[in-house]
């Protein structure tokens, strides 16, 4: 039986046609199947339909053609024959004009051809059997309008999230209802999420390993990868296929690296295609280089700076201007997931991204300075600097996201309006904030300590909280500071001559 040529419109159910009481049909032979579903509806009185079916219709006839002697011979198995032969998913037989009832031998013919038999009763016209398909067709396509919609919507949160590609594979899978693997360059899976429709759960241990239907569709599914995996002219960007009751589908991702991405699913749905081609760009922008500048422009920055270059000079191959360094750490998660941080600098709008093992840093244009939170993130902003100030801004962006940890703030920018300390000479300044803070120079902890309680106004809650230690041991290093300061830290002058050296 040839596959039906379906338009890219969603089925209807059978049975909801069966359902609609102003029409009063009436299934009376052929197996009763609630998954039968027809394409559209089609009119015709011709003894041989075949030529003229293009699959999967409901066909209405009201028996015009149909010789007197019909019952006594073999013509309605040879007519539903090349009805079934043709990919008609139904027939409807109108009682009216032509015939008081439904030949009985028609209705043999389809339950030994399994072809399901509607009855139309007379005052049903086949014209508003059409028209009641269409608008079931309508409503069945306004609802799949609205389910992609929503997939597209919840991938792209998905890919905004602190593990963006493990988010957009969990929501793709469950939005088709099957499984989805991320497969690398050299064929290897890279992430996966969901049930792989006929194989083992994607990321739980091998353990029903040897299952020869469930191995069979996963190999499957990595061989159809292979088949649009980048090798050169004429290569496919998609590609699907069905093994053991699976539909499979693999697309090309489009950075051009050999990244894949591979969807099995029970069923393949009209809007399955664009759903999983959505999670495909996605997956296109979080596995590729997000370009704001030629890769060849950064490579040689870098390679400057390595070589001694100053960043003044660096910084016109990265584009003139004024910058901001970011700092961030995801809400939950691991920061040094490089997926993660990609995802982040395409977020800010710069592939000048650094993963660090506690904190994600990001160099980022002034103009591009992110105004707003970005979901699933913690952020400190540093104040807008020349690229001679890099370094001052990476300070600055530390300070800030450690007040953004105390006070539990999405955001936090650095103050940066002048201050008295601008009316210093900065090698007195330094000179000065080296010798105050030579008791405790040794301590890199206990100058973040002193550093963070001070910002903080002397809370012992909120910097236990930004330092990530008990508040006892707050109380303990400040108390240590006082002592080898032999400073009295309860009086303000002290504290702001403290916090004035160590903004040096």
């Keep these: 039986m040839p596959d039906p040529a379906v338009p890219p419109t969603p089925p209807v159910p059978l049975a909801a046609l ?113 028209r009641a398909v269409w608008q079931l067709m309508a409503q069945a396509r306004l609802a799949e309008l609205r389910r992609v919609t929503e997939a597209q919507q919840s991938l792209a949160a998905a890919a905004s999230r602190p593990d963006p590609v493990p988010s957009v594979l969990r929501q793709l899978a469950q939005r088709v209802g099957g499984g989805a693997v991320l497969y690398g360059p050299e064929g290897t899976e890279i992430a996966s999420a969901g049930r792989l429709a006929g194989t083992r759960a994607a990321g739980r241990p091998a353990a029903d390993a040897g299952h020869p239907t469930r191995d069979a569709a996963r190999d499957a599914l990595a061989e159809l990868a292979q088949v649009v995996r980048p090798s050169g002219p004429g290569t496919p960007t998609s590609a699907t296929h069905t093994t053991a009751g699976v539909h499979l589908a693999a697309y090309a991702l489009g950075a051009g690296q050999g990244f894949v991405l591979g969807v099995a699913a029970p069923t393949r749905d009209p809007g399955d295609h664009t759903i999983a081609s959505v999670a495909a760009v996605l997956l296109s922008l979080l596995t590729g280089e997000h370009q704001s500048g030629s890769g060849a422009a950064r490579s040689s920055a870098l390679v400057r700076l390595l070589l ?5 000079e660096v910084a016109v191959l990265l584009g003139a201007g004024r910058w901001v360094v970011v700092h961030a750490v995801p809400t939950t998660g691991d920061p040094g997931q490089a997926l993660a941080a990609s995802a982040l600098g395409a977020a800010l709008g710069s592939p000048l991204v650094d993963l660090a093992a506690d904190v994600v840093r990001v160099l980022v244009p002034a103009e591009r300075e992110p105004l707003a939170p970005q979901p699933g993130w913690t952020l400190g902003v540093s104040a807008a600097v020349e690229p001679r100030d890099w370094a001052l801004a990476d300070t600055q962006a530390a300070r800030a996201l450690a007040r953004a940890h105390a006070t539990r703030a999405a955001l936090v920018r650095h103050g940066g309006r002048p201050g008295l300390a601008a009316l210093v000479p900065p090698d007195e300044a330094e000179a000065h904030a080296r010798a105050l ?68």
Aim: aromatic share 6%; glycine share 8%; with cysteine.
């Design 18 to 130: 069966l359902a609609r009481e102003d029409l009063a049909l009436r299934q009376i032979a052929g197996p009763v199947d609630p998954a039968a579903v027809i394409h559209w509806a089609h009119t015709s009185e011709m003894a041989d339909p075949y030529p003229y079916l293009l699959g999967g219709e409901l066909l209405l006839t009201a028996g015009v053609h149909v010789p007197e002697a019909a019952g006594s011979g073999a013509y309605f198995d040879d007519y539903v024959a090349r009805i079934v032969a043709a990919g008609g998913a139904a027939l409807g037989f109108g009682v009216a004009p032509v015939h008081d009832t439904v030949p009985r031998a028609l209705v043999a013919a389809c339950d030994a051809y399994e072809l399901p038999l509607i009855e139309v009763p007379p005052q049903t016209t086949f014209s508003g059997v059409a």
């Design 308 to 312: 001694g270059g100053r960043p003044e």
């Design 437 to 504: 803070l030579a008791p405790i120079a040794g301590s890199p902890a206990l100058l973040d300590t002193l550093r963070t309680w001070l910002s903080l106004h002397g809370s012992w809650d909120r910097t236990a909280v930004a330092l990530a230690v008990h508040r006892n041991t707050v109380r303990q290093r400040v108390a240590k500071c006082a002592a080898l300061l032999d400073a009295d830290l309860d009086d303000p002058d002290v504290r702001m001559e403290l916090w004035f050296a160590l903004r040096e």
